[in-house]
């Protein structure tokens, strides 16, 4: 997706970023249609109140008027083995890897977990990104 369809322009952009999109849970967690960018030189917030630029930077860029949601990144099955492992938590019997190596149903099992292991999850979600 280019910058212009996600409406997301400038010399931040052009610099170089990281991309990402994730799953949705409010769609039997399919690919979203949108994701977040991290330019590799972010752009400085713009403060509304005083209409002026602060000193902090936009670490993250979502599609303009599109409300910030939290990202489900695909997980491979060595991570979910790994996770399953350290908080003794059994994974399903069956679980179907996609040609592209992600393990479907892992957000369904993790939030079919005890709370504690979700919000550790959402809190580390950053440890799953490989």
Same mark, same amino acid.
């Not at 769609?27 to 109140?49: A, C």
């Not at 409300?67 to 399953?84: A, C, D, G, M, Q």
């Not at 992600?102 to 979700?118: C, I, Q, R």
């Given at each position: 997706?280019?910058?212009?369809?996600?409406?997301?322009?400038?010399?931040?952009?052009?610099?170089?970023?990281?991309?990402?999109?994730?799953?949705?849970?409010?769609?039997?967690?399919?690919?979203?249609?949108?994701?977040?960018?991290?330019?590799?030189?972010?752009?400085?917030?713009?403060?509304?109140?005083?209409?002026?630029?602060?000193?902090?930077?936009?670490? @993250?860029?979502? #599609?303009?008027?599109?409300?910030?949601? +939290? %990202?489900?990144?695909?997980?491979? *099955?060595?991570? !979910?083995?790994?996770?399953?492992?350290? @908080?003794?938590? #059994?994974?399903?019997?069956?679980?179907? +890897? %996609?040609?592209?190596?992600?393990? *479907?149903?892992? !957000?369904?099992?993790?939030?079919?977990?005890?709370?504690?292991?979700?919000?550790?999850?959402?809190?580390?979600?950053?440890?799953?990104?490989?």
């Amino acid at each position: 997706m280019g910058d212009y369809e996600m409406g997301i322009c400038g010399d931040h952009v052009e610099s170089g970023a990281w991309w990402v999109s994730g799953l949705d849970p409010l769609n039997n967690w399919l690919s979203m249609d949108w994701g977040r960018m991290k330019p590799d030189y972010p752009r400085l917030e713009w403060d509304k109140t005083t209409q002026e630029q602060t000193q902090k930077p936009v670490k @993250y860029e979502s #599609p303009p008027k599109t409300p910030n949601r +939290v %990202t489900y990144l695909r997980v491979p *099955l060595h991570l !979910w083995r790994l996770i399953s492992l350290r @908080y003794d938590v #059994p994974m399903p019997e069956h679980i179907t +890897v %996609t040609e592209d190596g992600e393990a *479907l149903g892992f !957000w369904a099992w993790v939030m079919a977990t005890p709370k504690s292991l979700y919000a550790l999850l959402r809190a580390k979600k950053r440890l799953l990104v490989f």
